[in-house]
């Protein structure tokens, strides 16, 4: 993990787009506003999804806005410099993204009303997900192998660190009025309702028609042909779009097509052993 990152607190970053001195900022003097939204997840794990849903509640399944500008605009990631730039100028309230662990997070949210909805997704999906997308982004090392990058991000040697420790930490928040927790499955298995508890959450009151919308407007396919949800906006410099699209397949259980069983039974060796002290069952357990 030497090549393009650095670490902060013994998570590792990207060098591209990220440095020590923003994340002192997040976590230290960034302060969270009491009508703030944020979009909290662990990387590929339905993130731009949920922004997507967000960006479509907030302006009541109005679609212009979702056409119109940048998924990373409507909802900046804090901790990364060219978000934490987008995010001061947003106008209340705002919606935000981060991919960091509680540990990391803004000490100012403790205090505060903000919202937070938490994603989350299969591990081994978000595994596979994480390793095509690597692929794909410059701020990420290219694995040569899938073995080399599950060995990697089973012991938390992946950009924002280990999942296991990502889910437990913002796990503490269960049960706050002001947290939310969602899995990718259910967002695929019941998106409408999904959306009408994340209104209700929110204190959003949408019509059955607007509620539609959501849900239209959220669908991978119309999102794939979205230029503002799709990152083929990203330059070169940041993305090689000759690798494959960003939005690759928006599925479950996609990792059954990529690990072999000897994979399966080592990751589920690993899972169980660091998950075993979790009282939660996941929809994928």
Known sequence: ???KCFYHKGIPFPTLGYSEEILNYVGNEFQMLDDDIINVTYPKSGTNWMAQILSLIQHSGDTTW???APVWQRVPWIEGIGGMMSALRCPPPRLLTSHLPLQLFPKSFIHSKAKIIFTMRNPKDAM?????????????KDPETLQEFLEEFLRGNVHYGSWFDHVKGWMKLKGRDNFFLVTYEELQQDLRGCVEKICRFLGKELTSQQIDSVVENSS??????????????????????????FLRKGICEDWKN????????YFDSVYWE????????????
């Not at 230029?227 to 000759?242: A, E, I, R, S, Y």
């Not at 660091?274 to 357990?285: E, I």
């Open 274 to 285: 660091k998950m075993q002290d979790m009282s939660v069952a996941f929809p994928w357990d």
């Open 1 to 3: 993990m030497s090549e």
């Open 258 to 265: 990529h690990l072999t069983p000897k994979q399966e039974e």
């Open 128 to 140: 596979i997900s994480f390793y095509h997308g690597s692929k794909l982004l410059k701020l990420y």
């Open 220 to 245: 991978f396919q119309k999102m794939k042909d979205n230029k503002m949800c799709n990152f083929t906006l990203l330059p070169d410099t940041v993305m090689d779009h000759q690798k494959g699209p």
């Open 66 to 68: 979702v056409y119109s």
